[in-house]
């Protein structure tokens, strides 16, 4: 995997640019500032199930926008192409992981319902501006990622356990993190989980499900929110004939700056 430190002046549509070109790196830091989103694409005929997967599920799953079948732009973005603009995608048949390519253009359908959630990669930057350690960040790693043992609430043929993203927060820094967070309600909100991981169900946190284990710092406690991958969990374990997402961390990047979403 290529690691590339983000530009801290890149637009999203440099960066966008750079992934349409093939740069497959997580999105954590680049084009500060910005609104990230998860990406989840389904036929037409599982549509409703996941806008109702989402309506049931809010905080791991607030929908940004959802396109007309077989559409790929979005007015979160309007010059963006979703069929070429996230880093990396994953495809999904039957619930299995069946090819993860940089441009998904070839696997692109005309039924296809694009849904864009809100990803926790947006409050990121003031997490920093109020001194709280973004410590992915800062060793160069993707967000740690784990399936929790919480049922989300099933909606249709659609259902899964919740997915959580960590990071490892200074004891001295944890209420500022909930504070932050709690006003992007959008971008996930608060913390679901301070503290011991096995109040989630997670064995053990140096084996993340998805993206990478990060070092914690002597003082840290870690923390929890609730994650966008949540949807991806549900298709694993649902099962849909097909789906198309992008790869864990590595988001859709858009022209809405993040105070859009911020509540206060």
Do not use: K
């Not at 990622?145 to 899964?160: D, E, I, K, N």
């Not at 949807?231 to 809405?256: E, I, K, N």
């Amino acid at each position: 995997m290529t690691r590339l430190e983000p530009p801290a002046l890149a637009s999203p549509e440099q960066a966008r640019a750079l992934f349409r070109s093939g740069t497959d790196v997580p999105t954590a830091g680049w084009a500060p500032g910005h609104t990230q989103a998860n990406l989840v694409c389904v036929p037409a005929d599982w549509a409703e199930d996941v806008r109702l997967f989402c309506e049931r599920n809010p905080q791991p799953c607030p929908v940004l926008d959802v396109t007309a079948p077989g559409a790929f732009r979005t007015r979160l973005a309007p010059g963006a192409d979703l069929r070429t603009d996230v880093p990396r995608y994953r495809v999904w048949e039957n619930g299995g992981l069946v090819a993860e390519p940089v441009d998904a253009t070839a696997f692109w359908r005309a039924d296809l319902v694009t849904f864009l959630i809100g990803c926790s990669f947006t409050f990121e930057s003031q997490l920093a501006a109020e001194g709280v350690p973004l410590r992915h960040i800062e060793q160069g790693r993707n967000v740690s990622m784990y399936v929790t043992s919480r049922p989300c609430r099933p909606a249709g043929r659609l259902s899964g356990p919740l997915v959580v993203s960590m990071r490892p927060v200074p004891a001295a820094l944890v209420a500022t993190a909930h504070r932050v967070t709690r006003a992007m309600p959008a971008m996930h909100g608060a913390p679901v989980h301070s503290g011991d991981p096995a109040v989630l169900g997670i064995a053990d946190p140096s084996r993340p499900d998805f993206g990478d284990p990060v070092r914690a710092e002597p003082g840290d406690v870690p923390v929890f929110w609730a994650c966008g991958v949540t949807p991806q969990a549900a298709v694993m374990a649902s099962r849909p004939p097909f789906a198309l997402t992008h790869a864990p961390g590595r988001m859709f990047l858009t022209d809405v700056r993040d105070e859009h979403y911020r509540t206060g």
